[in-house]
T-cell receptor, first 111, second 114 residues
Framework: GQNIDQPTEMTATEGAIVQINCTYQ??????LFWYQQHAGEAPTFLSY????GLEEKGRFSSFLSRSKGYSYLLLKELQMKDSASYLC????????????FGKGTTLSVSS | DGGITQSPKYLFRKEGQNVTLSCEQN?????MYWYRQDPGQGLRLIYY???????QKGDIAEGYSVSREKKESFPLTVTSAQKNPTAFYLC?????????????FGEGSRLTVL
């Protein structure tokens, strides 16, 4: 089976940097995804990592270490609109193309 | 515009009734998925389909059924056997194939059992 862990809640202030960690255990790892979800809305895709290293996309970066079963999402220059849930998800060969999601981290950004 | 359409957005059901949630996509994606989300929880996989006329159970398939007769459509039926059906249901699709594509989500259907 799969197990994905991430912190339940985090808080930060505008303009700051925040790192959201995700650890996973899966037998057939085939990629890790980060999604953003505002309350009551659908998740939107942020990033994808399948090889070790850092992927940068504007204010957001995502890192993966397959040997440690570890990823993080880094958000820079935080804005109020970044207040949302951030979902870590892994793709496991046993589940085909489906993603298995963690419970999400709710980030609150204050001024 | 291409996208995924879920309907209805809100649905109320009496206990003991079956209800079908619609999901249509015009992205020409091979794979489609149904997830359930409860308050404070992540998404849990109900069913997925990687190709027409084929689908697989996810982690919480009991009490649900699906069909995939057309590439663009993947309806979900919540049966009376589902013990706690009140939840937010999300449909998604992806290109499929080698599995590198991200999932695109519909706007969701919120089901409340009275």
């Amino acid at each position: 089976g799969q197990n994905i862990d991430q912190p339940t809640e985090m808080t930060a202030t505008e303009g700051a940097i925040v790192q959201i960690n995700c650890t996973y255990q899966t037998s057939g790892f085939n990629g890790l995804f980060w999604y953003q979800q505002h309350a009551g809305e659908a998740p939107t895709f942020l990033s994808y990592n399948v090889l070790d290293g850092l992927e940068e996309k504007g204010r957001f970066s995502s890192f993966l270490s397959r040997s440690k079963g570890y990823s993080y999402l880094l958000l820079k220059e935080l804005q109020m609109k970044d207040s949302a849930s951030y979902l870590c998800a892994v793709r496991d060969i046993q589940a085909g193309t489906a993603l298995i999601f963690g419970k999400g981290t709710t980030l609150s950004v204050s001024s | 515009d291409g996208g995924i359409t879920q309907s209805p957005k809100y649905l109320f059901r009496k206990e003991g009734q079956n209800v079908t949630l619609s999901c249509e996509q015009n992205l020409n994606h091979d794979a489609m998925y149904w997830y359930r989300q409860d308050p404070g929880q992540g998404l849990r996989l109900i069913y997925y389909s990687q190709i027409v006329n084929d689908f697989q159970k996810g982690d919480i398939a009991e009490g649900y059924s699906v069909s995939r007769e057309k590439k663009e459509s993947f309806p979900l039926t919540v049966t009376s056997a589902q013990k706690n059906p009140t939840a937010f249901y999300l449909c998604a699709s992806s290109i499929g194939g080698d599995g590198t594509g991200e999932l695109f989500f519909g706007e969701g259907s919120r089901l409340t059992v009275l």
